[in-house]
C-alpha cells in the first residue's frame, strides 16, 4: 500500500498514481500535475462561481466538462472563510450565505455531477476535505459559520 500523502503533497498525485482518473475541485496547480505526470492524465479546467452559482447550474456545468472522462477520484477541496476572525453577529447575511453555499452546496452539487460516472463503473472514491476546525483543535473560536460549514 503505498504511504499517505504527507503534509503539503497532493491526495491528488497520490490517485494518480494508482492509475485512476480523477476530478479535482479546490486548490492545485494543474502545471504540477502535468510536469509530473504528462499525458497520462487529462486535466480540465473549469471557473465556477459557487457562491453565486445555483446548484442546478453547478451540476450542469459539471457534467458537460467531465462529459467523456473516466473519474475515479473526486477530491471537494473548496471553502470559503471569513477575511479576518469575527464575532457571529459581526457576519454580514451576504457573507454568511457565500460561505454555506460553497463550503455545503457547492461541494454538494459537484458531488451529484461526478457521483453518476462513478455508479456507471460501479467505482470510485470521493474525498471531502474539511478543515482543522473540525478535528485538529477543541474550539475555533470567531470562525462559527466556517467551522460549522467544514466539520
Known sequence: MPPF????????????????????????TSTAINERFGAQ???????IDL???SGEDICKKMEDVIRGLDIGVL?????????????????????MESIMKVNI?????????VFSVMMKKEKGAIINIGSGSSGGSSSYPLYTIYAATKA
Open 75 to 95: 477530491v471537494n477541496n473548496a471553502g470559503l472563510a471569513y477575511p479576518s476572525v469575527r464575532f457571529f453577529h459581526e457576519v454580514d447575511s451576504e457573507l
Open 105 to 113: 452546496e457547492g461541494a454538494t452539487w459537484i458531488t451529484k455531477a
Open 5 to 28: 500523502p504527507r503534509r503539503g503533497s497532493s491526495t491528488v498525485l497520490q490517485a494518480t498514481k494508482e492509475s485512476q482518473g480523477l476530478w479535482f475541485m479546490g486548490y492545485t
Open 41 to 47: 492524465v487529462d486535466i480540465r479546467k473549469v471557473v
Open 51 to 53: 457562491a453565486k452559482s
